[in-house]
Every structure is written in structure tokens, then in C-alpha cells.
Nanobody, 126 residues
Framework: QADLRESGGGSVQAGGSLRLSCAAS????????MGWFRQAPGKEREGVAG???????TYADSVKGRFTISKDNAKNTLYLQMNSLKPEDTAIYYC????????????????????WGQGTQVTVSS
């Protein structure tokens, strides 16, 4: 069981930045693929950024060049740096993990995640 806890959400004006953090239990951080998802009101949850088993990263097209996923293995913490935020980035952001060897080149990569944090709200105003 992965214990995932997000923090860092909040309200910001368009063009601003936020950094989300996800603190994970040690056993969850090693051997897991990890990523960030988001769900806007009335929309399905979507993958935003993720690490696969090899440490390769992938991003949703809508956030490429603006968001950066990173991790600190010593702190068992996953981050999402979000720059140039837009109103359409408004959503609940979730940290997620999967303990199955996965590749970003697998079309089902985003569908494999099965452990979730409680979510953190990000609101971007115009």
C-alpha cells in the first residue's frame, strides 16, 4: 500500500507558478512509477506528468514546456513545478503511484496507476 500525501496547492493568477509536493512512504517511493494527475470539474481525470520504471518522464501535451516533474529520492518526495499557469489548469491535482514495471511508451501507461493521494486544489484566475 502506497501512502501518498500532496501539498502545495492554492490560488494563483494566470501566469503565476506553484510547486506541488507529494510525500510518499519509503517503500512506496522505491520500485514504483509515480506521476501527477488532475481532474477539473465536469471532466475526467487525466495524466499530467509521470516517471516510468526507467526514470523517463512524460507530459500531457497541454503542459509541455510549462510543468516539470522531479523527485528527491532522499526525501521520498515527488514534485510538480507549474509555471505560466493558465485558468484551464484549474483542477484537483493528485499524486499517484503504480508498482508494476511500466514504460512511458506503453499506450496504457496512465491507466496503470492504482494508488492515489487525497488531492490538492489548484485554482488559476484570469
Amino acid at each position: 500500500q502506497a501512502d501518498l500525501r500532496e501539498s502545495g496547492g492554492g490560488s494563483v493568477q494566470a501566469g503565476g507558478s506553484l510547486r506541488l509536493s507529494c510525500a510518499a512512504s519509503e517503500h512506496a517511493f522505491s520500485g514504483y512509477c509515480m506521476g501527477w494527475f488532475r481532474q477539473a470539474p465536469g471532466k475526467e481525470r487525466e495524466g499530467v506528468a509521470g516517471f516510468d520504471s526507467d526514470g523517463s518522464t512524460t507530459y500531457a501535451d497541454s503542459v509541455k514546456g510549462r510543468f516539470t516533474i522531479s523527485k528527491d529520492n532522499a526525501k521520498n518526495t515527488l514534485y510538480l513545478q507549474m509555471n505560466s499557469l493558465k485558468p484551464e489548469d484549474t483542477a484537483i491535482y493528485y499524486c499517484a503511484a503504480v508498482k508494476i514495471p511500466s514504460s512511458i511508451y506503453d499506450v496504457s501507461f496512465w491507466l496503470r496507476f492504482g494508488y492515489w493521494g487525497q488531492g490538492t486544489q489548484v485554482t488559476v484566475s484570469s
